[in-house]
């Protein structure tokens, strides 16, 4: 099946958030979980519990640097013409400050052999944070930046400055100096708010996605950390037929990043075999499962015996309800109170190809579910399964998850035991998610959740 795709915005969210939260039942108002909790006699496996934290730092600058290009023209007979010779002032030493901007020189000649020659120079700022104190609380992906906020101030308000993200790493590197540092596009940077004493203006730049794609680094699909880059309006290697000058001081730099991490994880022992996943379809991987590197994570979980994980173990019957978190076979949200929507995400081990999304709900034979197909079907009036949900997966070049459709809602509901998703042509990502909006009596449940791909 051919499907759409349509993006869904938001910046970046938390990577992996893990849930340890251990909730009763009260006897006396016993839900349909407390029905589908039952014994097993399958032995546990290893699995892990992690615990979420958050913290907020302030970063002062690791690097500091104005880098420059200059050039000369002129024009006529090589015999009587020659450059200009103009050589521009030093910018000096300004601690804790870059200068955006440039200069042009021109000299329109003399009547008689007399040529038209010209000078020009630009110069940018760069500022490097180092975010390893942040980076080395939890591994890749399982750290993320919840807000950052770039604070500067600038001496010069000019039309047309942006700020970039730097392309290379000029950190140690000197000849960064003698040329302007490259950049991809980022964001323009608008008139900033003056001080009450008349001084520098006070700007704050929100740089959130910049910052997740640091965290998550090269191998991950994000960006290598090389810093900002100041950018003033005008440059370029042209004939200016004019005499102007401007430069714009950026000083004072902080980052505050609030963000969030994932505790190093905990080993629940082995206490037997461990299951063997169903046979995968040949030259095709499960990147979702967990023996392949996906880690699962989840909005909430009615108790431990219900985990993320259990939709992740290659187990898509639904066997061994609710026996430990090791083996239990499905995922099971909060209690009904809570507000929809609830999600289950998958972190892959890096960046994958995949094809194919295939999401499975829980059987109206809880107690002895049989063999599925695409025409399988839950009780549209007393079933557990999930009627309304997103199945979605990470830009990683832009940040942001795409759905893929079809989206399924109440004017358009599914009653599916196995929903499969065909994405075509395939994408690279590093992790999906499916949003859940409605179930027939409120509990989000997934018994499976994989993501195919070569």
Not at 51 to 70: A, Q
Not at 103 to 108: L, S
Not at 113 to 125: E, I, N, Q, S, T
Not at 126 to 154: C, G, N
């Amino acid at each position: 099946m051919q499907s759409g795709i349509r993006v869904v915005g938001g910046s970046l969210i938390g990577i992996s958030i893990a849930i340890a939260a251990l909730l009763g039942y009260p006897e006396v108002s016993r839900s349909k979980t407390d029905a589908l909790a039952g014994s097993s006699n399958v032995s546990l496996i290893p699995s892990t519990v992690g615990r979420f934290e958050s913290d907020t730092v302030t970063l002062s600058p690791l690097k500091l640097m104005t880098s420059g290009h200059s050039g000369q023209w002129f024009d006529g007979p090589s015999a009587y013409c020659g450059g200009p010779f103009h050589g521009f002032p030093a910018l000096g030493n300004f601690s804790g400050s870059v200068f955006v901007g440039f200069e042009h020189f021109f000299d329109k000649g003399k009547p008689v052999f007399g040529c038209p020659d010209g000078a020009y120079y630009a110069a940018r700022g760069a500022v490097w944070f180092d975010l390893s104190s942040i980076a080395s609380k939890a591994e890749p992906l399982h750290v993320s930046a919840q807000s950052a906020l770039l604070h500067f101030r600038k001496d010069q308000e000019r039309v047309g400055e942006e700020l970039l993200i730097a392309k290379d790493n000029w950190l140690d590197d000197s000849s960064y100096e003698s040329k302007l540092i490259p950049g991809d596009p980022f964001q323009k940077i608008p008139a900033c708010a003056p001080t009450a004493s008349g001084g520098s203006s006070e700007c704050v730049r929100d740089v959130t996605i910049a910052v997740n794609n640091w965290l998550k680094g090269e191998d991950h699909g994000g960006y290598a950390n090389y810093g900002f880059v100041f950018k003033g309006g005008v440059e370029g290697d042209k004939h200016y037929q004019d005499n102007q000058f401007y430069l714009t001081r950026y000083s004072d730099f902080t980052l505050t990043v609030k963000y969030t991490y994932d505790r190093k994880p905990t080993t629940i022992p082995t206490g037997g075999p461990i299951r063997i996943p169903l046979p995968a379809p040949a030259g095709r991987t499960n990147f979702a499962l967990t023996s392949n590197g996906g880690v699962a994570t989840a909005s909430s979980i009615y108790n431990a015996n219900y985990p993320a994980s259990a939709a992740t173990n290659g187990e898509e019957l639904g066997l061994h309800k609710g026996s430990n978190p090791a083996t239990g076979s499905l995922w099971h949200s909060a209690p009904p109170g809570h507000t929809f929507p609830d999600w289950l995400e998958v972190a892959f081990a890096g960046t994958k190809t995949i094809s194919e999304i295939d999401v499975f709900t829980i059987q109206d034979n809880v107690d002895a579910p049989g063999p599925v197909n695409e025409s399988t079907t839950f009780s549209k009036t007393s079933g557990y399964g999930l009627t309304e949900f997103e199945v979605q997966y990470w830009n990683v070049k832009f940040g942001g998850w795409i759905t893929i459709e079809p989206s399924f809602t109440a004017a358009k509901p599914t009653y599916k035991v196995w929903n499969k998703f065909t994405i075509s042509p395939s994408v690279k990502t590093n992790k999906i998610r499916v949003l859940t909006h409605a179930s027939i009596d409120g509990y989000s449940r997934m018994v499976e959740l994989e993501a195919w791909g070569n």
